[in-house]
């Protein structure tokens, strides 16, 4: 909440001027599929997820908190990452596991939506959208979506922010077999740290910011990732 109100206070916002508050959050599951305003019901779906984005909706649960606190009558919406990608079709959603395991919600989910989503509004804004796009989100984390008439039938992301390329801290695409592996070596809780906070670039080249391993030299992250 301090840091909140500091920083409405540089930016010359009184908090009796604002009119709503918006959020991004990463993860909204199979049922939080458009914006929405923010309920005690809402929130409870967004915690729900944590399990599904370790790295982001505590942080999302945590901005919404602090709003309340801040100004309890001021209403509050949230956007999902999640929520573009609602179009996918089964066969780009459905892990090949056995039904009791699909229902437990262990589905490809994607992420990087509203991203996705900007893209399209601004490509088809400038009459520039074609029919099938294959669009890149790069950045800490990185996804690829495919496009087809401005909507989402395919991602590279799945249950998790973990799957699909490698990014700044995390894994990307790695063999089930492996995680279970890490699991049986070093536990669940820290498997999930390990495959969350320090693999992908840092894992290969000992930092996640592509400017210190530019610095470092690519020759240096070869040579990590090889030895």
Known sequence: RAAME???AE??????KLTAAAHRVVHGGAGLTATCRVTPEVQRRIEACVPLAPLHNP???????SVAVLAPDLPQYAAFDTAFHATNPAVATTYALPLAERERGL???GFHGISFAALVRVLLGRGELPGRL???????????AAIVNG????TTMGYSPLDGLTMGTRTGGIDGNALLRLAEV????????ILNRESGLRGLGGASD???LHAAGLEALLVNALV
């Open 151 to 154: 909507r989402s039938v395919a």
């Open 6 to 8: 500091q920083g409405l």
């Open 186 to 193: 070093h536990g669940i809780d820290r498997a999930g740290v």
């Open 59 to 65: 942080g999302n649960l945590v901005g919404i908190h």
């Open 11 to 16: 930016a010359g916002v009184p908090v009796a």
């Open 134 to 144: 294959l669009a890149c989100h790069l950045g800490n984390g990185c996804s690829l």
């Open 107 to 109: 589905r490809r989910y």
């Open 210 to 212: 592509m400017r210190a």
